[in-house]
């Protein structure tokens, strides 16, 4: 079993940054290909950044040059910087962890959330 912890989230003015933090306890974190989602109040959950076992970066296009996910496989976490915030870029974020075990399984793991919040 894989737990999944974030911290780093906060008020922040916009225009300023944050970098969350998500550590992962149990084995083959190197494996795992690590998410960051958020959701907004009354929106469905949505994947941010995600970054493969080998170092491939994927962006949501409204993030795309603002947030740069990374990872450091030896101290089993994974980061989401934030740059240039907005307003809209308030919801609570979860890290999602998800490794192939064979073709067709998959285990998933998910974070219990951290609230950004940008006021307007």
């Known amino acids: 079993q894989v737990q999944l912890v974030e911290s780093g989230g906060g008020l922040v003015q916009p225009g300023g940054s944050l970098r969350l933090s998500c550590t992962a306890s149990?084995?083959?974190?190197?494996?795992?290909?690590m998410d960051w989602y958020r959701q907004a109040p009354g929106k469905q959950r949505d994947m941010v950044a995600s970054?493969?076992?080998?170092?491939?970066?994927n962006y949501a296009d409204s993030v795309k040059g603002r947030f740069t996910i990374s990872r450091d496989n030896a101290e089993n976490t994974v980061y989401l910087q934030m740059n240039a915030l907005e307003p809209e870029d308030t919801a609570v974020y979860f890290c999602?962890?998800?490794?192939?075990?064979?073709?067709?399984?998959?285990?998933?793991?998910w974070g219990q959330g951290t609230q950004v919040t940008v006021p307007s």
């Open positions: 149990g084995s083959f974190f190197n494996t795992y290909t």
């Open positions: 970054i493969t076992a080998d170092g491939t970066t």
């Open positions: 999602h962890g998800k490794r192939e075990i064979r073709v067709g399984l998959e285990l998933n793991y």
